[in-house]
Nanobody, 128 residues
Framework: QVQLVESGGGSVQAGGSLRLSCAAS????????MGWFRQGPGKEREGVAS???????SYADSVKGRFTISRDNAKNTLYLQMNSLKPEDPARYYC??????????????????????WGQGTQVTVSS
């Protein structure tokens, strides 16, 4: 049984930083495509960042240069380092994973929306 458990959310002032974690069990992070999505109040879910099994990463334009996705294979954990947080970043952030073996490509942060496995999410709040 695959489980993805997010943590690290919280409240931060604009310009601050947070690091989200997604602990995976039941699948191998290094052999999977994984990513982060977010959904704010009254908004559709949107892709934020992804990393495929080959280590290729992709980001939404809105977070490029501010967010960094990474993976610790030994801990089987995915991370999202979020710097320079803006008032438009608050949302519930979800971890997603899929055992697909193909490279995700430049728009992987979107295509991973069809992932088989999802976490429960962690809330991020940004105050101005």
């Amino acid at each position: 049984q695959v489980q993805l458990v997010e943590s690290g959310g919280g409240s931060v002032q604009a310009g601050g930083s947070l690091r989200l974690s997604c602990a995976a069990s039941g699948l191998t992070a290094s052999g999977s495509a994984m990513g982060w999505f977010r959904q704010g109040p009254g908004k559709e879910r949107e892709g934020v960042a992804s990393i495929d099994r080959y280590g290729s990463m992709s980001y939404a334009d809105s977070v490029k240069g501010r967010f960094t996705i990474s993976r610790d294979n030994a801990k089987n954990t995915l991370y999202l380092q979020m710097n320079s947080l803006k008032p438009e970043d608050p949302a519930r952030y979800y971890c997603a994973a899929d055992r697909c073996t193909s490279p995700l490509g430049a728009l992987g942060f979107r295509t991973l929306g069809r992932a088989d496995y999802w976490g429960q999410g962690t809330q991020v709040t940004v105050s101005s």
